[in-house]
């Protein structure tokens, strides 16, 4: 199994970018997706995560949206009203606890390679 994420790059304060994560090598879509992101020195965090539930964190309510398609085993992370703490490497990342919307990294399994997103004032 591979997760590819793309959609990264510079935008402005209050801006938007749409990062996507298609996973191929799958026989199953009964697993959770997320979203997490790692800014310089500090440690990964979630951003959201889509299975059997939907969750965000408090930090990005409001401001992003993960949607998923199914059909192309594909998630999104629609980021807008940018912030510059929103700067990080971010990373898609999947779990074979569908019914559930860890935090925690070593829940998930396979990991994409980054993708990363600089908002800039």
């Known amino acids: 199994v591979q997760l590819q994420a793309s959609g990264g790059g510079l935008a402005q304060v209050g801006g938007s970018l749409r990062l996507s994560c298609a996973a191929s090598g799958r026989t199953s879509r009964a697993y959770a997706m997320a979203w997490f992101r790692q800014a310089p020195g500090k440690e990964r965090e979630l951003v959201g995560v889509?299975?059997?539930?939907?969750r965000l964190v408090d930090s990005v309510k409001g401001r992003f949206t993960i949607s998923r398609d199914n059909g192309k085993d594909t998630v999104f992370l629609q980021m807008n009203s940018l912030k510059p703490e929103d700067t990080a490497v971010y990373y898609c990342a999947s779990s074979p606890y569908y019914g559930a919307a860890y935090d925690e990294v070593w829940r998930y399994d396979v990991w994409g390679q980054g993708t990363l997103v600089t908002v800039s004032s």
């Open positions: 889509i299975g059997q539930r939907t």
